[in-house]
């Protein structure tokens, strides 16, 4: 078995235990690497002049990610920064108090065992990410490209003591997004196109789920379109 890709970064603000804010789940950009690196305590007992006893317990991992960019929504739900303006391009406004909350963070991986092509998601059930260092450089006699790269701190949940979920293998990149999706409370993605329109109330004859559009997921609640906890749109499948 080898792993040979890596995709769809999703984030979930994390509420309670297995509790997630299903209108604000999104996909963070997109992935060009991430690491988990778990980190534990350990303790010997030596008894008539030899290792009696070893034990060795999760503390908490260290987790790494490195995207193509940050969606304005991340400077909020990731980090506790303030956003000021409304529409696609607002302001944001880091203090000095900011605090990141913490959330849930899921991916997936590309794999090849005997020659066949699988797909696996990883969930690390609650995270707290940090802002990474940004480095700007002037144009040379190549491109270079500067991508963001967010570090945080993976912890157990305090009544089931989980920190992360691999789920099994599938074949499709979008079975295995859906599972990413179940983990954070909601059903199965929905392939259907959305178009935006005017709120139209109780006349939107969208049923509550969960959905996805291109690189976006939706949370349908009662009669509309809950995207990034404000805009709406109506649902019609392809």
């Known amino acids: 078995m080898a792993y040979f890709g890596l995709s769809k970064p999703i984030i979930a603000p994390w509420t ?19 690491s988990v690196t778990p980190n534990s ?4 007992l030596y008894a008539d002049n030899g290792l009696a006893e070893y034990v060795r317990e999760f503390t908490d991992a260290d987790v790494s990610t490195t995207i193509d960019q940050l969606p304005y929504n991340a400077a909020t739900i990731l980090f506790g ?3 000021s303006g409304t529409g696609t391009n607002p302001t944001v406004i880091h203090k000095a ?14 794999k090849i065992e005997s020659n066949v092509k699988k797909y696996q998601a990883c969930v690390l059930l609650k995270v707290k990410f940090s802002e990474g260092a940004q480095t700007y450089t002037t144009k040379g006699d190549s491109i270079t490209f500067g991508t963001p790269a967010i570090t945080g701190k993976a912890v157990a949940q305090e009544s089931d003591n989980k920190w992360k979920i691999v789920s099994p293998d599938f074949t499709t990149a979008a079975e295995a997004y859906n599972w990413v999706l179940t983990q954070f409370g ?3 993605a929905d392939p259907g196109t959305y178009t935006e329109v005017t ?20 949370y349908l609640t009662g009669d509309t379109v809950i995207i ?5 749109y109506e649902r019609t499948v392809e």
């Open 16 to 34: 309670a235990d297995n509790t997630y804010a299903a209108g604000q789940i999104f996909q963070c950009g997109k992935l060009t690497e991430t």
């Open 228 to 232: 990034d906890g404000t805009e709406y």
């Open 41 to 44: 305590k350990e303790g010997s």
């Open 81 to 83: 920064h303030t956003l």
């Open 97 to 110: 108090d900011d605090s990141s909350p913490y959330v849930g963070y899921g991916f997936i991986v590309d």
């Open 186 to 188: 909601g059903g199965s």
């Open 199 to 218: 709120p139209v109330g109780t006349e939107n004859p969208s049923a509550e789920g969960w959905y996805v559009k291109g690189g976006s997921v939706y």
